[in-house]
DNA sequence: AATGAATGAGACTTCATTCAT
DNA sequence: AATGAATGAAGTCTCATTCAT
C-alpha cells in the first residue's frame, strides 16, 4: 500500500519533466545525470530510486511517450467511420500532439538508436502501430475508391513523415495556430493522397 | 608549397569517411575520436592535425555536407523554367540525394543542436537557402497560377520535410528504386502544391 | 547540514598535504592529478569533489598558504610597539614561517605565474600587504630616525627577498637552529636599514 | 669546416631566444615546443636539429648562462685587492647582470629542479663557484677585521639572495637606475657584513 | 636543415554508477 | 528517499619525439 502524496510521487514528475527538457535538448548522449540531477533538484545518486541506469530511464520515458499518442489515436480513430473522416481525425490528432508536445515528439524521432536493443524492439513495436493505422486508413480509401496513391506504403510514409516533423519547426504564439495548422495539413493529406473533395 | 598527393590527402578522404559512418550511426556526442582514430587507421592523437577539436570536425563535416547539397540543387535549378519543372527538378535532387547520401542528409537533420553557437549559425545559414528557393518556386507557381495552397511557407515546410526525412528510412536495394522514389514524390509534391497535371 | 568528521573534513587535509608536496617538488605544471590523487589514497576523478580544476586546486592552496602568513604577521605586529621592535618581530615570523614551512613558502614564491589571471590578481593582492607592512615600519623608523636607507622601497624589497629566500636553502636539523637564523636575519635587518642598536 | 652563417648559425641563436621567453615566462614544464618552434619560425620537429631532448636543451641553455655569470664575475674579481674592493666588484657584477638579463637569470633559478640528474649536478657545480667566491670575500674581510658577521656562511647566503632576487621584481625603465641599484646593494652589503666605511 | 604527419604516452576531465550514512 | 563521496572507465586533447620526404 503506497502513500498517496508520497515523495515518489512528487518527486518522478519532476525528474520526467527534466528528462524531457534535457533530452530534446542534448539528447540521450549530450545529457548527463548530474545536470538532470540538479534540474530536479535532487544529486545524481538520487536518481537511482526512480530507475536502474540512465537506458532504462530512456525506454521509460519514451515508453510512455509513445504509449500516450497511441491511445490519443486509437480513442480518435474509435469514432470515425468514413477512410477521409479517419483520416482528419489521424491528422487532427498528430498535428495537435506534434505542434503542442514539441519536446516528446522530437525525443521520440530521435532516440531511437540511442535505446538498448530489448528497448528499440519495444519501442518500435508501438511505433509501427501507427504506420499501420495509418496505411489502413489509407488501403479503407484505396478500396472505397475515395483515394488513388502509386503506392501505399509510401504515401504513408510521406505523411508520417510531413506530420512527425512539425515538431522540429513549429512554435506556438508564432504565425500559425494550431487549429489552422490541422485544417492545412488535412487538406495537404488529402491532396497527397490523390482526395479532391 | 604542399606536394600533391601528399599524406595528408590520402587521409583526410579517409577520415571524413569514417566521421560520416560514426556522426550518423552515434551521434555527435555518441560517437568518440578514438574510434574514429581506429577506424582511420590512426591514433586518436593524430586526428588533431586534421581539426582542432571534435567541435570543429562537426562544422567542417556539415559544412562540407551543406555546402555540396546547396551546389546540387543550385546547378539543377539554374535551366528549369516554368515552377513545375523547377519543383520537379528540385524534388528530383532532394530525394535523389536524401536517398543516396543517407549518412550526410541525416547528420546534417539531426546534428543542427550538437552545433557551437558560431557553426549554428554558420550551418543554419546555408541551410535557409534551401528553403528560400523552394518557397520562390511555390510563390512564382501561385503567381502564375499553377499551384495553389492555403499558406506557401507552410507548404514550403511540409514539403521539406517530407523530402529530408527519406533518409531516416529508405533502403537502398529496396522495394523502391531512387527512379520511382522521384516520380512519385515529384507527383505527391504537385497535388500538396495543388496542382492538377 | 554537513556532520561533523565527515569524509570531506578526513580526505582534503590529505589532498591538501600531498598538493604541498608535489607543488613544491615539482612545480605546478610539473605535478600531476594522477599522483596527487595516488598520494592521497584516491582516484584522478574523485580529486574533483574538492576542486573544480588544477587552476582552481593552486587557487585554493595558495590562498590557504598567504592567508596564514598574513595572519601570523598581522598578530605578531599587532603587539610591538617601535619600529625596531615590529622590525623584530616582522624578521621573526619570517624566518620562522620559511625556515619551517618549506613547501609553502616555495610554492607560494615559484608558482605565481602559473596563476590564473583572476587567481593571480586575488593572491598578488594578499602579497602585497606584506610589503605594506613591512615598508611602513621602514618609513616609521626613518622618520623616528631609528632607521636611515636611501631608498626606503628598495630596502623592503632587499629585506623582502632575504627573507623569502630562507626556503630555497634552509635545512631543519642542520647546522643553524631557527633560533640562531632569526637572531642572524634580526641582526643583518637592522644593519641594512642603518640601524646600529 | 662550417660555412660562415651558415643556417644553423642563424637558427640556433632565435631559437635560444625564444627558449629564454618561454623558459621564464612558463618554466620547463609550462613550455612547450611546439611554441618554441613557433617562436622561432619553425617546426617542432625541426628543433631536434639543435639538441637531442627537452631536457638537454634545458642543460644547454643554463649552462651557457651560468657559464657566462661566472666568466662576468672571475673576470670583475681579477683586478680587485681588498675585500671591499672585491664585494663591490662582486655586488656590481650581480646586480647588473640580474637586472639587466632577468630571464636568464630567473631560469638559473628557477629551474634546477627541472635538470636530469646529471645536468643537475654539472649546473650546481658552475652555481657553487659564486658562493664560494662571495663566502672567501667574506672570510678575507673578517680576518683583515673589515668585515664583522655572527655566521660568514649564512651571510653568503643572505646576500647571494639578495642579490639573485633582484631579477624578479626590477623593471627596466622604471623608477631605479641600475647604476642607483648597484651604489645601494653595495652599501646594504657592507651593512650587512658589519663594515662601517 | 626543414617539413608535416604520425605515434604513444599521458594529462586533465567527465560521467554513470555504487554505497555507507 | 536522499546525500556526498568514491570509483573506474573512458573521453578529449596535448605533447615530446620520430621519420620519410
Not at 17 to 30: E, V
Not at 67 to 72: A, H, N, S, T, V
Not at 73 to 102: C, N, Q, T, Y
Not at 129 to 152: A, N, R, Y
Amino acid at each position: 500500500m503506497r502513500t498517496e502524496g508520497s515523495s515518489r510521487d512528487k518527486t518522478w514528475p519532476i525528474i520526467r519533466r527534466s528528462a524531457l527538457g534535457q533530452l530534446s535538448k542534448h539528447g540521450f548522449h549530450g545529457m548527463n545525470l548530474r545536470n538532470l540531477a540538479s534540474d530536479s533538484g535532487l544529486q545524481a545518486g538520487s536518481l537511482y530510486n526512480y530507475f536502474k541506469n540512465k537506458d532504462e530511464l530512456l525506454v521509460i520515458i519514451m515508453r510512455e511517450i509513445m504509449q500516450e499518442l497511441l491511445d490519443k489515436i486509437s480513442e480518435a480513430e474509435e469514432h470515425a467511420k468514413s477512410p477521409e473522416e479517419r483520416l482528419d481525425k489521424f491528422v487532427e490528432v498528430m498535428v495537435g500532439w506534434h505542434a503542442k508536445r514539441r519536446k516528446e515528439a522530437m525525443i521520440s524521432q530521435s532516440e531511437l538508436r540511442s535505446l538498448t536493443k530489448a528497448g528499440f524492439r519495444e519501442i518500435v513495436d508501438i511505433r509501427k502501430k501507427f504506420e499501420v493505422i495509418l496505411l489502413d486508413i489509407i488501403l479503407d480509401g484505396v478500396e472505397t475508391g475515395v483515394f488513388s496513391v502509386g503506392d501505399p506504403k509510401l504515401s504513408a510514409n510521406m505523411l508520417i513523415n510531413m506530420l512527425t516533423s512539425i515538431s522540429y519547426w513549429y512554435k506556438a504564439g508564432g504565425r500559425l495556430s494550431v487549429a489552422t495548422m490541422i485544417v492545412e495539413y488535412q487538406s495537404a493529406a488529402r491532396r497527397v493522397l490523390g482526395n479532391s473533395s
